[in-house]
């Protein structure tokens, strides 16, 4: 079965304890993307990979970095929580070209008090 | 940089109506745009994609259609039911893919 998997799924944290939040696919895609969601905003791009070792910064970069040394995994790291990081996660994977759907993983939820 | 609007941001419709949800996009070139559901706390489930080459898509009571040279894609709900109450996402796949921020659906029973 196709999917992208996330984790943690729900999670609290404190200010300034570094956290990584998981995605995993199993359908060998090559573009990989991280998203937040918040109330009013809609869902904001993070950071993509077009590829393995290929990243490049979404529209609200600040605060997270991401790594893309296998295919099929693309880590979120918050390296210093803070409070304006609590959001709704999401990331997504479609094969490149054209006609092809994005698969999104469940969400995350993260509370940084 | 690849601006998406969707309106109206809420929609409030008898059962039965047909709805009609906008999509806007300010680059043309794209690959794809593709039309998602998302219940309150919950992930996004595809509902269509239409292809840059393509005009419409339909599955059963959903229709979409593309225009790429107006940068506009619309959602049509055909007599819509109370389950079609959710918030309805447009995706422009320009490789980045850019979302717009949503139209809230409620369908009045």
């Known amino acids: 079965e196709a999917q992208v998997t996330q984790n943690p799924r729900y999670l609290i944290t404190v200010t300034g304890k570094k956290l990584t939040v998981t995605c995993s696919q199993n359908?060998?895609?090559?573009?990989m993307s991280w998203y937040r969601q918040d109330p009013g905003l809609g869902l904001r791009q993070i950071y993509y990979?077009?590829?393995?070792?290929?990243?490049d910064k979404g529209d609200v970069p600040e605060g997270y970095k991401v790594s893309r040394k296998e295919k099929r995994n693309f880590p979120l790291i918050l390296e210093s929580p803070s409070p304006n990081q609590t959001s709704l996660y999401f990331c997504a994977s479609r094969a490149t070209g054209s006609g092809n759907t994005i698969y999104f993983g469940e969400g995350s939820w993260l509370t940084v008090v | 940089k690849q601006e998406v609007t969707q309106i109206p941001a809420a929609l409030s419709v008898p059962e039965g109506e047909n709805l009609v949800l906008n999509c806007s996009f300010t680059d043309s070139a794209i690959y794809n745009l593709q039309w998602f559901r998302q219940d309150p706390g919950k992930g996004l489930t595809s509902l269509l994609l239409?292809?840059?080459?393509?005009r419409e898509q339909t599955s059963g009571r959903l229709n979409a259609s593309l225009d790429k040279s107006s940068g506009r894609s619309t959602l049509y709900i055909a007599a819509s039911q109370p389950g079609d109450s959710a918030t309805y996402l447009c995706?422009?796949?320009?490789?980045?893919?850019?979302f717009g921020a949503g139209t809230t659906v409620t369908v009045r029973a």
């Open positions: 239409i292809q840059s080459s393509q």
């Open positions: 995706a422009v796949d320009d490789y980045k893919l850019s």
């Open positions: 990979s077009m590829n393995v070792e290929v990243t």
């Open positions: 359908m060998n895609h090559e573009y």
